[in-house]
Every structure is written in structure tokens, then in C-alpha cells.
């Protein structure tokens, strides 16, 4: 904008002298608007409707948001490398992940550990899991009654189950975990 205070941080927003502004400058200028929808430029041109400036609201007002995303990540990642580490006593925890793949009529949640994927199908439902490496070995297993299960986890690289029931079938995504 060319009026001095519009980006002053202590500015109060002002919709009308906003408004009023852009008229102006749509009335002075008509060709900035070369880039804007035809349905808006035919609003523009025929006088701002109620419905055209509440879609400009919503779009400034959007676009306004983003303005500081930058500021607010670099203090997000400032604050979580500020914390001091926990000192605690012992060796560290192995780190295992909680993962749910979820298909059209079958799902299955999985607990990665260290060495061992403990998971369950849900509905609950006995059926037969495969898991697959990229370089084509495969691991047949049984989930039990309840739909139950766990199989060694492949020593590295990624790696993916196939998962066959009664009725249904799902296959998760590669997971790769280092």
C-alpha cells in the first residue's frame, strides 16, 4: 500500500479505509486487473458487491496469516532446542513407533520396536500378514483369533505388510525406520 501505517505494528486493522483505498486504486488504475478471476474484475468493474468484498476479506485475511509463519517456525525450533536435556540414570530407551494403516473395510495397527512388530487387525479378525522388503523377501505370519501378531523386524531398510482377512485386504505403505 501507498498510505504510510498499514504495516505499523501497532496499526488497528481498518476493513473500510482499506476498502476505500482499493477502490481508488482499481478506479485510477484498471489494469491491475489483468491477473484477477473474470467474476471478480466484472465486480470490480460494476462497483464491489457485498459477496465480492467478504471473498476479499476471507482471501486477505488468509494471506494475512501467513505473514509471520517464518517467525512463529524459527521460534517453535528455538524453543525445543532451548530445553536442556533430561539427565537420567540407566542406558537410553529404545525408541518404538505406533503406526495405523487403515484400508476400506480393514485396518491394522502397529507397534515398531527395536527388534520385534507387535500389531492387530481391526475389526478384530484372525488373518494372514506378509511382510515385504524391497528386495523380495517375505514373512509369512498368522494373526490369531483377535487379530494378533508379531514378527521379527527386518534388520534394516523398509519395509511394508500385506494384510489378508476373510473378507478384505490391506496393504500399508513402506515404513522405514532407522
Not at 52 to 80: G, S
Request: hydrophobic content about 40%; aromatic content about 6%.
Amino acid at each position: 500500500m501507498t498510505t504510510p501505517g498499514w504495516l505499523d505494528d501497532d496499526w488497528v486493522c481498518d476493513d473500510e479505509a482499506l476498502l476505500a483505498e482499493l477502490r481508488d486504486a482499481l478506479a485510477a488504475d484498471p489494469s491491475v486487473l489483468v491477473n484477477i478471476p473474470e467474476d471478480i474484475r466484472e465486480d470490480a468493474a460494476a462497483g464491489l458487491d457485498g459477496a465480492t468484498v467478504e471473498r476479499m476479506y476471507v482471501a486477505a485475511r488468509a494471506a494475512f496469516t501467513w505473514r509471520t509463519i517464518d517467525q512463529e517456525l524459527e521460534l517453535l525450533l528455538a524453543d525445543e532446542s532451548a530445553q536442556p536435556q533430561a539427565l537420567v540414570r540407566g542406558p537410553e530407551e529404545p525408541v518404538s513407533r505406533t503406526l495405523e494403516f487403515t484400508g476400506r473395510t480393514v485396518s491394522i495397527e502397529l507397534e515398531i520396536g527395536p527388534q520385534l512388530i507387535v500389531g492387530q487387525i481391526y475389526p478384530i479378525q484372525a488373518g494372514r500378514l506378509t511382510l515385504l522388503t524391497p528386495g523380495g523377501e517375505e514373512t509369512e505370519l498368522v494373526a490369531d483369533e483377535v487379530g494378533c501378531f508379531t514378527v521379527t523386524r527386518p534388520p534394516c531398510g523398509p519395509f511394508r505388510l500385506r494384510c489378508t482377512t476373510a473378507d478384505a485386504g490391506v496393504i500399508t505403505d513402506w515404513i522405514c525406520m532407522t
